[in-house]
C-alpha cells in the first residue's frame, strides 16, 4: 500500500450520516456530518453524499472523486448486507432493496464495502485500535440500538448469509419486562441502549439524567447513581456470560456512547460477569474499553475495511 493512498469511511444512521477521510495508518484527514435524508430512492442522497466527499477532497487534499490514489470505500448502514451488496429493509430509513453498493460505486468511481455499523467498528478495533493485538473479540456499541461484532480466529464473523452476531437481541433473563425495539421482550438493547438505560434511570430516581451525570455521580460515590450502574452492569454482565461461554473471546471492547462511562464501569462488568460465568472462563476474559472513538467507530473501521479488502 502506496504512503498517499486514502480510504473513505461513510456511517448512515438514522438521523445523521458521518464521512471520514483517512490515510492507510488509520489517521482522519477529513471529517464531515450530514443529516440523513429519508426516501424511499436513495441514489440521490448517496449521490449528495459523493459531491459532499468531492467538496472535502477538493479543499483539504487537492484532490477529486476518480483520482487513483483513492482505495475505496466502507460503509454502514443498518442492515447492509456485505454478502449481497444490498439493504432489505431498513424501516428507520424507509429503504427496502437498496443496492447500496452499487449506488456508492457508481457516484464515488471507486471499489465499496457495506456492512452493519458493529461489525465496521470491530473491524476498525482490530485494525487500528483496542482489538489490535487480539485475536478474538467482541465488540459492543452501546448507543441507540446495541450492535455487536464478532472478531473470531482474527477475521470478522457474520454467521451464514450475515444475518448472525446479533449480540444485542441475546435474551436477558429478567424480574421485569422490557420491549425491544425489535419486537421481542427482554433483549441486552431493551436494557443498555441509551433509550433502555434511561428507563433505568427514571425508574430508580424518578428523574432524567444523562449518560455523563449517571457517571460524574458514580464516580463521587453516589448511592443512587452507583444502585443504577450496578443494576445496568449487571445486565450486561448476563449478555456477556452467553456471549463468552459460546465464543471465549480474549475480551469485550465496549464501544458507542454509553462508553463514556469508562473503566470504572467496566470494572463492575467484569466483576460481575466473573461472577456468573462458567468456571472455566472466569477471571480470563477482559473488558476493554472502544480506543478509536466513542461516536466515529464506524467511520474508522468502514476505512479499515476496504484497505484490508483491496490488499487482500
Ligand atoms: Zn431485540
Given at each position: ?10 456511517d ?62 466502507g460503509?454502514g ?38 456492512e452493519n455499523d458493529a461489525n465496521l467498528a470491530a473491524v476498525g ?24 461484532g ?147 467507530g464506524a467511520?474508522?473501521g468502514g476505512?479499515?475495511h ?7
Amino acid at each position: 500500500m502506496k504512503k498517499d493512498q486514502i480510504a473513505f469511511g461513510i456511517d448512515i444512521g438514522g438521523t445523521n450520516t458521518k464521512i471520514g477521510i483517512f490515510n492507510t495508518e488509520g489517521k482522519l484527514l477529513s471529517f464531515r456530518t450530514l443529516p440523513t435524508a429519508k426516501s424511499e430512492d436513495p441514489s440521490h442522497f448517496i449521490e449528495q453524499l459523493a459531491q459532499e466527499s468531492d467538496h472535502m477532497l477538493a479543499s483539504e487534499l487537492q484532490m477529486k472523486l476518480g483520482d487513483e490514489r483513492i482505495v475505496g470505500l466502507g460503509a454502514g448502514a443498518p442492515m447492509a448486507n456485505y454478502f449481497t451488496g444490498s439493504v432489505e429493509h431498513a424501516p428507520n430509513l424507509g429503504w427496502k432493496n437498496v443496492p447500496l453498493k452499487k449506488y456508492f460505486e457508481k457516484y464515488f468511481l471507486c471499489p465499496a464495502v457495506i456492512e452493519n455499523d458493529a461489525n465496521l467498528a470491530a473491524v476498525g478495533e482490530k485494525k487500528w485500535g483496542a482489538g489490535k493485538d487480539l485475536t478474538d473479540f467482541i465488540l459492543i456499541t452501546l448507543g441507540t440500538g446495541v450492535g455487536a461484532g464478532l472478531i473470531l480466529d482474527g477475521k470478522l464473523y457474520r454467521g451464514y448469509n450475515a444475518l448472525g452476531a446479533e449480540g444485542g437481541h441475546i435474551i436477558i433473563p429478567h424480574e421485569k419486562k422490557r420491549l425491544c425495539s425489535c419486537g421481542g421482550m427482554n433483549h441486552l438493547e431493551s436494557y443498555l441502549s441509551a433509550k433502555g438505560i434511561k428507563e433505568t434511570i427514571s425508574e430508580l430516581t424518578h428523574e432524567e439524567w444523562t449518560i455523563e451525570k449517571l457517571g460524574s455521580l458514580f464516580r463521587d460515590g453516589d448511592l443512587k447513581a452507583t444502585a443504577i450502574i450496578n443494576q445496568i452492569a449487571t445486565e450486561l454482565a448476563t449478555g456477556f456470560v452467553s456471549m463468552g461461554v459460546l465464543f471465549g473471546p480474549q475480551a469485550f471492547i465496549i464501544g458507542g456512547g454509553v462508553s463514556k462511562l469508562g473503566e470504572s464501569f467496566n470494572q463492575v462488568v467484569k466483576k460481575k460477569m466473573d461472577e456468573m460465568i462458567h468456571f472455566s472462563l472466569k477471571g480470563k476474559i477482559k473488558i476493554i474499553t472502544a480506543t478509536l472513538s466513542s461516536d466515529k467507530g464506524a467511520v474508522y473501521g468502514g476505512a479499515a475495511h476496504i484497505i484490508d479488502e483491496v490488499s487482500k
